[in-house]
């Protein structure tokens, strides 16, 4: 009885065997084809889908992704992980140089803001917009607007004082408030009125990271 038993046993499993192998002869499997379209990262180049899921890969460096607060950016030249110095902070970049003039160092901070119910984004901007030097809200001729790429950032000079340049951008988003800041020290010329702090190593850069950035 046993051996009829496992005789019929054989014959399926064989008969099933025999079925998989001819379908698989008969039918090869084929290579997933996935769209054909491409994700365009922030510094202008390209990828495309792979994989089972047809998902698109991380962009390569210099692209920086920071999912947590959804965004992504492309690092400017020169500038290296830095560590974050306080709670609010997401992301920070430094980059030393020597000039004729002497060491500076350019860093790039960035920080999140939550609007709290019972505020608004540009309450939390000023609220967050403090001076280093006073310990006090800077006034409201230190706030402008720039349009710099696909984003509307309002401007704030947070400090200039003693070789130390600051300066805020920050971006207002449904539920939080990103503040990108420019920081460059060792400014010799900081105390001139004619400097274009625009052209500082720090600020320069933070211009071109923020003309790559992807988000909300």
């Known amino acids: 009885m046993k051996s009829l038993f496992f005789g019929i046993v054989l014959i399926v499993v064989l008969g099933i065997g025999g079925l998989v192998y001819r379908n698989a002869v008969e039918h090869p499997a084929q290579p997933i084809a996935c769209p054909m379209d491409a994700k365009i990262c922030p510094d202008g180049s390209s990828v495309s889908r792979a994989g089972l899921s047809c998902s698109f ?18 690092l400017p030249s020169g500038f290296s992980d830095g560590s974050l110095p306080d709670a609010s902070s997401v992301g920070a970049y430094e980059m030393l140089s020597t000039s004729p003039s002497g060491e500076t160092t350019a860093n790039l901070l960035i920080r999140r803001y939550a609007i709290t119910a019972s505020t608004t984004a540009l ?4 609220k967050t917009a403090i001076s280093g030097t ?3 809200p800077v006034g409201a001729t230190s706030f402008s607007s720039t349009m710099l790429g696909a984003h509307r950032f309002t401007v704030v000079s947070i400090e200039r004082f003693e070789g130390f340049v600051d300066t ?7 539920t939080d408030v990103l503040r990108f800041d420019a920081i460059d020290r060792g400014v010799m010329n900081w105390a001139d009125s004619s400097l274009e702090v ?3 190593p720090a600020h320069s850069a933070l211009v071109k990271l ?5 988000g909300e």
């Open 134 to 136: 006073s310990g006090a």
């Open 210 to 214: 923020l003309t790559t950035l992807q």
């Open 168 to 174: 805020a951008y920050y971006l207002a988003r449904a």
């Open 57 to 74: 890969p991380v962009c390569l460096a210099p692209n920086v992704l920071l999912s947590d607060v959804g965004i992504s950016f492309a």
């Open 198 to 200: 625009s052209t500082l």
């Open 123 to 126: 309450e939390t901007i000023k």
